[in-house]
């Protein structure tokens, strides 16, 4: 059963404060993903991965960075944490496929962040 | 400009009748892929079906089919049979040859459904 995961369900932090969310998966995926979800706006691409060390920016990177020092780990840091990235966090991986535009996405349960 | 567009934030279904949820898409490539997931309350996102744009068939997967309109950029999600487990967020989303490195994919803004009982 394949499975990616993240460190915490629910975290609740104070402005200010460096915040890291950790995401695993065992499928052996080459590409590995950070979004956060905000009512009405869908998922919004912070980060993404396609190697050990790696990364490349999404969408919306600023306030964020990322550290993959493993194949099969995705951090995703918050180096001074204020209230506006109070949100859901998700991470999610898929296997290489350059060429073909089918690879579905595996997500973690996400992470719901409160910064206060 | 928004690469995916859900115009509809939430709908209503009754239990056991069928419903369309909207997906408009906007790419100048010839090759790309369509996917909707489904988020329940738990926050999981689950993969239910995807479209090629090359696929010359609708694509279907148990309850829910894909309405491919090639011509108008939409790729609207149909659910036969509205079950009350089928209440959720849905989203449509989108791989192009422009996101191409690392398989990224651009997600609408997602559409809430509820299914009456």
């Known amino acids: 059963d394949v499975k990616v995961t993240q460190s915490s369900r629910y975290l609740v932090k104070r402005t200010g404060e460096k915040v890291f969310l950790e995401c695993v998966q065992d499928m052996d995926h080459e590409n590995m993903f950070w979004y956060r979800q905000d009512p009405g706006l869908g998922l919004r691409l912070i980060y993404f991965s396609y190697d050990v060390k790696m990364k490349e920016k999404g969408d919306i990177p600023e306030g964020y960075s990322v550290s993959r020092e493993k194949k099969e780990r995705f951090s995703l840091i918050l180096e001074s944490a204020s209230t506006n990235q109070t949100s859901m966090y998700l991470c999610?991986?898929?296997?290489?496929?350059?060429?073909?535009?089918?690879?579905?996405?595996?997500f973690g349960p996400g992470t719901r962040l409160t910064v206060l | 400009a928004q690469k995916i567009t859900q115009t509809q934030p939430g709908m209503f279904v009754q239990e056991k009748e069928a419903v369309t949820l909207d997906c408009t898409y906007d790419?100048?490539?010839?090759?790309?892929?369509l996917f909707w997931y489904k988020q329940p309350s738990s926050g999981e996102m689950i993969f239910l079906i995807y479209?090629?744009?090359?696929?010359?068939q609708n694509a279907t997967e148990g309850r829910y089919s894909l309405n491919f309109q090639k011509a108008r950029k939409s790729a609207n999600l149909v659910i036969s049979a509205s079950q009350l487990g089928d209440s959720a967020m849905y989203f449509c989303a989108m791989r192009d040859s422009n996101n191409n490195a690392g398989n990224m994919l651009t997600f609408g803004g997602g559409t809430r459904l509820m299914v009456k009982p």
């Open positions: 790419t100048s490539d010839q090759s790309y892929g």
């Open positions: 999610a991986s898929s296997p290489w496929a350059s060429g073909s535009t089918y690879n579905e996405q595996f």
């Open positions: 479209q090629g744009s090359y696929d010359e």
